[in-house]
């Protein structure tokens, strides 16, 4: 039985009077850690982020908040995009997806090429940059402005309309992003895109640099925490969208750094190289964490240790 006394217990109910304690420390604790990283200068737009920047969001299924840091810092949400591409298309084409997508870890870089060639064109999940640009192929070939779909549908998701792409970052990408050009050449090849493989690209590079910060971010995934519903967006089909979408984040959601992360910290969650981690603790709340410095995986190292404090000072983790 949950309760928020002993120790014993898993999955615990958080003790909300606790919690804005608990994130000072965390911050306190975790910014002691800052220089383990790098950011991600292969993106010319986010190779000038200042490194040493912390900010975490923890918004509860009842719609209680609690910040500490830079949580209103709006940032490049990079991979977390991937996410929100998932539901639109899932909500577009449903169970269809899986004929073009996996629903398996890669155990590979998110940017390789080396499944993808040998396994057929269909990438091992929707987490990766293959099984992403699949993804949002399938917008793609579906809207008439598909970035602007994808960019509205967020925004919708966390109730802010400035959440936008920023153009600057889409375009350094853009100018810079020789393997996602070749893994969409490869997908084209391999019969795996729809849309022409500019026009995906484009989606792509686009949805990846839109900016949003930890509060939004805690609010857009609402719906994987409280079993599809959301304070925000009513129009799209999230019923069945959390059991989806968490088991694939919690399987796929930190690429070759998953099983790390599940061991450390035990929720779905979802990365991005701007620095961001979202995470879910089903029936109990959503949390966006931020700070720009990068491990090897690409994932942010401040972020991934907020997270580990978080469910191990409050007793979250789902195991
Ligand atoms: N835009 C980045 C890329 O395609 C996203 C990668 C990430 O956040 N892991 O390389």
């Known amino acids: 039985m949950a309760n928020?006394?002993?120790?014993?217990?898993?999955?615990?109910?958080?003790?909300?009077?606790?919690?804005?304690?608990i994130l000072q420390q965390i911050h306190q604790e975790v910014i002691n850690e800052y220089g383990q990283g790098n950011v991600a200068d292969y993106i010319p737009g986010l190779a000038q982020v200042d490194p040493q920047q912390f900010g975490m969001a923890l918004r509860t299924v009842d719609e209680q908040e609690f910040t500490v840091g830079a949580a209103d810092t709006a940032f490049s949400i990079q991979s977390i995009s991937k996410l929100f591409t998932l539901m639109l298309a899932l909500d577009i084409v449903g169970e269809e997806l899986w004929q073009r997508v996996g629903r398996e870890p890669s155990g590979m870089r998110f940017n390789s090429l080396v499944l993808l060639d040998s396994e057929g064109g269909i990438p091992r999940n929707p987490f990766i940059n293959d099984g992403?640009?699949?993804?949002?192929?399938?917008?793609?070939?579906?809207?008439?402005?598909?970035?602007?779909?994808?960019?509205?549908?967020?925004?919708?998701?966390?109730?802010?309309?400035?959440?936008?792409?920023?153009?600057?970052?889409?375009?350094?990408?853009?100018?810079?992003?020789?393997?996602?050009?070749?893994?969409?050449?490869?997908?084209?090849?391999?019969?795996?895109?729809?849309?022409?493989v500019e026009q995906t690209l484009d989606c792509y590079f686009k949805q990846c640099a839109i900016t949003m910060s930890?509060?939004?971010?805690?609010?857009?995934?609402?719906?994987?925490?409280?079993?599809?519903?959301?304070?925000?967006?009513?129009?799209?089909?999230?019923?069945k969208?959390?059991?989806?979408?968490?088991?694939?984040?919690?399987?796929?959601?930190?690429?070759?750094?998953?099983?790390?992360?599940?061991?450390?910290?035990?929720?779905p969650a979802k990365s991005?190289?701007?620095?961001?981690?979202?995470?879910?603790?089903?029936?109990?709340?959503?949390?966006?964490?931020?700070?720009?410095?990068?491990d090897r995986y690409g994932n942010s190292v401040l972020g991934q240790l907020a997270l580990e404090k978080l469910t191990s000072y409050t007793h979250t983790s789902i195991f």
């Open 272 to 294: 991005g190289v701007g620095g961001g981690i979202v995470a879910v603790c089903p029936g109990q709340y959503t949390v966006a964490v931020w700070a720009p410095e990068l």
């Open 4 to 21: 928020n006394t002993g120790d014993n217990s898993i999955n615990q109910i958080l003790d909300l009077d606790a919690l804005p304690m």
């Open 241 to 267: 969208m959390d059991k989806r979408i968490n088991s694939l984040m919690l399987t796929c959601g930190l690429y070759d750094a998953v099983g790390n992360f599940a061991y450390n910290v035990g929720l």
């Open 132 to 196: 992403a640009i699949v993804v949002t192929d399938v917008i793609a070939a579906r809207s008439a402005a598909p970035a602007r779909r994808i960019e509205e549908f967020i925004a919708s998701l966390s109730g802010n309309d400035s959440n936008r792409i920023d153009q600057q970052i889409a375009a350094g990408e853009q100018a810079t992003g020789f393997r996602n050009v070749a893994i969409a050449n490869l997908l084209k090849g391999m019969g795996n895109l729809e849309a022409e």
């Open 214 to 239: 930890c509060r939004d971010l805690a609010r857009a995934i609402e719906c994987l925490a409280n079993r599809g519903k959301s304070h925000f967006k009513s129009s799209f089909h999230a019923e």
